[in-house]
């Protein structure tokens, strides 16, 4: 749902070779119900291999909610998140691989990462993100419940982002009702 070099991770963003120069993160190991960033593949695969979703099936929480925010709406539910997950891997095929840049490892019940693409080990343009991604203890085993990506955008509108916040902004000042439509 990223590269760890020399092991491998995935945008799923959920199963995929992941490179980071750094050890391989590790959840803490304060009770049974631990999470490493092998197992924790949850961006894209590499391969289109079936059996590597699998592997990563029981970390994905039945009732998890992903939002992929280049999507209108997010993926709820194990099943869809997965299908969501075979369709990603089905398009990028083999050549692409998510690198992870950062990855926070403070929390037990959360962790969030920068990443990006890489096509045959050189970047891949618009192709930076983060995510987010919330855990939970579910009969026993650390499984994800939550998780969120966020792209970078292939079109950078720049300050007129600034002025087109500020002219909302005033709206809503305006008609603070026009909220509830959001």
């Not at 593949?41 to 039945?62: G, H, Q, Y």
């Not at 840049?101 to 045959?120: C, F, I, P, R």
């Not at 970078?152 to 509830?180: H, M, N, T, Y």
Request: one cysteine or more; proline letters at 8%; glycine letters at 4%.
């Amino acid at each position: 749902m990223l590269m760890i070099k020399p092991a491998v991770f995935p945008s799923t963003p959920l199963l995929l070779n992941v490179t980071r120069s750094s050890p391989p993160f590790q959840f803490p190991t304060s009770n049974a119900a631990t999470l490493s960033t092998q197992s924790l593949k949850f961006r894209v695969s590499s391969s289109p291999n079936p059996t590597d979703l699998a592997s990563v099936e029981e970390l994905i929480a039945e009732k998890c909610v992903y939002e992929d925010l280049v999507f209108p709406q997010p993926f709820v539910g194990r099943k869809d998140i997965l299908q969501f997950f075979r369709k990603f891997n089905d398009s990028v095929g083999k050549d692409l691989q998510f690198v992870i840049d950062d990855l926070s490892t403070n929390d037990s019940t959360a962790v969030g990462a920068t990443w990006h693409l890489e096509w045959n080990e050189k970047p891949f343009p618009f192709s930076k993100g983060c995510s987010f991604y919330r855990l939970e203890i579910i009969n026993g085993k650390r499984q994800i419940i939550y998780g969120r990506d966020s792209v970078e955008p292939a079109i950078k509108p720049g300050d007129s982002v600034l002025v087109a916040i500020r002219g909302v902004a005033w709206l809503l000042r305006q008609f603070p009702q026009l909220v509830d439509r959001f």
